[in-house]
């Protein structure tokens, strides 16, 4: 196993991280995260666009981030509607 910060992953830097996202149960506003080295904020922001359709997007900037833990890690956060 090993997350992120653990193990074979020591090496992994996140610089920054933002983005938007959509929380479940709270489906009718729009989340900003942002990311500066330890320091996190997710922060209710504004209703959603009427033109858009709600989805999380987030962007990464770090040194040896590997990508495709990083998704599968994430993947695993994603909830869906049954």
């Known amino acids: 196993g090993g ?6 992953c020591a090496a992994v830097q996140v610089y ?5 996202m959509l929380i479940a149960g709270h ?5 900003s995260f942002q990311a500066v ?17 709600p989805s999380s997007r987030l962007v990464f900037i770090g040194r040896n981030l590997p990508r495709r833990q990083l998704e599968d890690d ?3 956060c994603v909830w869906r509607q049954a």
Not at 16 to 20: E, L, M, P, Q, T
Not at 27 to 31: A, G, L
């Open 16 to 20: 920054r991280a933002k983005g938007i």
């Open 27 to 31: 489906e009718d506003v729009m989340y």
């Open 3 to 8: 997350g992120l910060g653990s193990g074979s």
């Open 74 to 76: 994430l993947r695993l």
């Open 37 to 53: 080295n330890d320091t996190y904020e997710l922060a209710a922001s504004t209703s959603w666009p009427e033109d858009e359709k």
